[in-house]
């Protein structure tokens, strides 16, 4: 409509003489300039746009003929123009009032008026929970090697101690018998005593699942944990386990079901030779706790208890005094039936228990490992014969416990370390004996022994390979003396370490064998002149050896003052005794003595 007008005004003011291609080009114009504007989007301001256009054409000077004269001429010629078929959207624009806050709907639709502020945000939708990937478990496959073999006439049962590692590494439920906690989880209200009680009935679940794997791996000896209830011998937090009756009694049926044996070797704080009346006590406390446990499982006299006479306490005849006196009095019968002695590597060799024990008729677990640390005067075969003879006396079978020092141990305290496996059987090991293999490989140990004597068959998956075994730290040996490659911070950390642990261990050896520690020497007696305070006495750091060579004589010393142990007993726990004191038996299955 506004086309035409402006068209139809156009054509009035124009000459006659204005030819018809003037009037096309003013048409042309004309319909040129809408165009310009968007036809969706037009505006009051677009048509005052197009009157102000129409204005201007009037200011143009006509030239030429023109071919309409008239209104009606004009009208005509545009209807006789061609028609767009296009259909145009005809957009009508109203003033739209905005509604109060109360009245608005959230209905998702947002009008031109609304103010950026004043945008909805969008409702995020939940992230997706993002799902592992389900893992094919392979089965891995280990490179075995072989064994050279050897011959032997050993007929006994080959066991290992409270933990089995191919159990413990499977997935995702791991089985073993150890599980424990501290007393301050015990405290927290979330835990308490419920969930100590349940780790020791998982325990003992788990003890059913070993001794079943045992059958069938040809294994029908083992040491259960001391730890299977945890703190069921505590003074404050102890606990009966008539609770775990069902697991204890399932377990007990399976072991005499398939014929094996179980015993238990209760820790190193249970000493009954203690001055201290509370550590003997908590020590009683302690052996109530596993006969009641082998009681439960229905257990016979073979499932014995495994303990060591102890400390010194700086006077070995007496300490052993007071374990004579205990023992009569205090202990009740079941512990007495089930009580065993072991020798040990540093304060009582079997020469030491085996007086004791054959007064009490208490059997002694003979230990090799601790035999060859700190060996008997008697010949193996001789001290064999007596120590089985207390067993049999009480109708028990004899057991005895087999172990090797790691390669390259040198002091005392690297001898007593335990290798991860055996390569031997013992030279004069009876034919019928049950043998404890105490090894860091645990069932893997037994099986080693297995392939290498052929005692029994093996799983092949159930083996493992051996690891190859960690060097002691040396002086030297991280580029400082000799040692492969530069000093780091990691070398010289771990050899501080290592120093720190040796003169620790020189000190216990020193505190075991006179029972008396030395006072700590970090402040000088003098005081200063001035201040009146004690000057701090600057220490000089003690190389190994000279701290070995200040212990051994130390220890001398004290052994030859006061009679607490005999010198080359001192020589031997520091390993200053001659070679063949040190390492043991002969050729010919005697023990050396010291010239």
Known sequence: MIHHLLLARACRQVPSTRSFATLTTHTRIVRILPAMAPKRKRTQDTEKTLVSAASATDSVEATGTALVSTPEEAQALVAARRVSTRKKKKVVYTEETAPDEGQRQDDGFESPLTEIDEEVPEEKSPKKKRRRKTKTNEPVVYDIPPVETKTSTFKGRLGYACLNTVLRASKPDPVFCSRTLRIDTILKPEFGMDYCKELGRKNAEDLSRLIQWNEDNHIKFLRMSSEMFPFASHDKYGYTLEYAEKELKAAGDLARKYGHRLTSHPGQFTQLGSPREVVVAAAIRDLQYHCQMFRLMGLGQDSVMIIHMGGMFGDKQATIERFREVYKTQLTDEIRARLVLENDEMCYNPDDLLPICEELDIPMVFD???????????????????????????????????????????????????????????????????????????????????????????????????????????????????????????????????????????????????????????????????????????????????????????????????????????????GTAPETLIDGVSQNGTSETPA
């Open 368 to 574: 090799y490992h601790h035999n060859w640390i700190y060996p008997s005067e008697k010949p193996l075969p001789e001290l064999i014969e007596r120590i089985n003879a207390i067993w049999h006396r009480k109708g028990i079978k004899p057991k005895q416990h087999l172990s090797e020092p790691c390669p390259g141990a040198e002091s005392v305290m690297e001898k007593r370390k335990h290798a991860d496996r055996c390569k031997s059987l013992p030279e004069h090991l009876p034919d019928d004996m049950d043998l404890m293999i105490e090894a860091k490989d645990k069932e893997q140990a037994v099986f080693h022994l297995y392939r290498i004597y052929n005692l029994h068959p093996v799983v092949h998956e159930n083996l493992r390979p051996e690891k190859p075994p960690k060097p002691f730290p040396r002086s030297g040996q991280d580029g400082e003396g000799g040692g492969d490659g530069p000093s780091t911070p990691r070398k010289r950390k771990t050899r501080v370490a290592a120093k720190l642990e040796d003169d620790a261990d020189e000190e216990a050896v020193v505190t075991m064998a006179t029972g008396v520690s030395d006072e700590p020497k970090d402040l000088d007696d003098a005081v200063g002149p001035d201040t009146g305070t004690p000057k701090r006495k600057k220490r000089t750091p003690k190389t190994p050896r000279k701290a070995a060579k200040k212990s051994a004589e130390t220890v001398v010393e004290v052994a030859e003052e006061d009679g607490s142990m005999k010198v080359e007993e001192a020589q031997v726990l520091l």
